[in-house]
C-alpha cells in the first residue's frame, strides 16, 4: 500500500526556516500530483501548495515565502518554509493524488493518500 512519510517539522522563531520532506512509498512522484495541507485546530485543514506536471500553486497567505518542489530520483517531496509567521503553526501533511483530475487542485478530496503529519511551531 501507499505510504507517506514526513519529516522536518520542528519548533522556530518567526521569520525563521524550515524544510520539510515527505518520502513516497509504492508510489511515484514522477508525473503525479501531491501536495501539502496543514491543520491547526479548530480549523479546517487547508491546502498550501501543490506541484501537479508542469506546475505548482499556493495558498495566497504562503505566496512568495514557501516553496514546494520534488525530487523524482528520490520519490520525495519538499515543502521550504521561509518568513515563518506564529499563523503557520500547525500539524503539516503530505497528499499525493490516485491520479491527477484536477491539476492544481488544493481540495483535499483531490488526494488519496496521507502521511501522517509534521507539527511546525512558530513563536
Known amino acids: 500500500h501507499v505510504q507517506l512519510v514526513e519529516s522536518g517539522g520542528g519548533s522556530v522563531q518567526a521569520g525563521g526556516s524550515l524544510t520539510l520532506s515527505c518520502t513516497a512509498s509504492?508510489?511515484?512522484?514522477?508525473?503525479?500530483?501531491m501536495a501539502w495541507f496543514r491543520q491547526a485546530p479548530p480549523k479546517e485543514r487547508e491546502g498550501v501548495a501543490t506541484?501537479?506536471?508542469?506546475?505548482?500553486g499556493y495558498v495566497d497567505s504562503v505566496k512568495g515565502r514557501f516553496t514546494i518542489s520534488k525530487d523524482n530520483n528520490k520519490n520525495t517531496l519538499y515543502l521550504q518554509l521561509s518568513s515563518l509567521k506564529p499563523e503557520d503553526t500547525a500539524m503539516y501533511y503530505c497528499?499525493?493524488?490516485?491520479?491527477?483530475?484536477?491539476?492544481?487542485?488544493?481540495?483535499?478530496?483531490?488526494?488519496?493518500?496521507w502521511g501522517q503529519g509534521t507539527q511546525v511551531t512558530v513563536s
Open positions: 497528499a499525493a493524488a490516485r491520479s491527477c483530475r484536477v491539476l492544481g487542485s488544493l481540495r483535499t478530496t483531490d488526494f488519496s493518500y
Open positions: 509504492t508510489y511515484t512522484t514522477r508525473g503525479n500530483c
Open positions: 506541484i501537479y506536471p508542469g506546475g505548482t
